[in-house]
């Protein structure tokens, strides 16, 4: 089993009260790779619906942000690779 990877920037290094902040997070996870599954729906009569392919992700990383200081952090985008956040200082 891969262990998940992940690495966390903030727009800088010092903030004043109510400057905004962002917070890019690149992650990864090895095992979590796409599956096509294909759904063929059969009646009690024998009648088969024509097949439909669909690509779903067992099981994909979730991520969660959170500070110290109760602060409320907004997921502004998230494309399962990097997602970014935003807070208020």
């Not at 294909?38 to 942000?65: E, F, H, R, Y």
Request: hydrophobic share 45%; charged share 15%; proline share 6%.
């Amino acid at each position: 089993m891969a262990t998940p990877t992940v690495t966390a920037a903030l727009n800088g290094s010092v903030f004043t009260p109510g400057q905004q902040m962002l917070l890019t997070v690149t992650y990864s996870d090895a095992d979590t790779q796409p599956l096509t599954v294909t759904i063929v729906i059969t009646d009690a009569k024998g009648n088969s619906s024509a097949p439909v392919k669909t690509t779903v992700v067992i099981d994909p990383l979730t991520l969660t942000v959170a500070d110290d200081s109760g602060r409320a952090w907004a997921r502004i985008s998230d494309n399962g690779a990097v997602a970014v956040y935003r807070s208020v200082a």
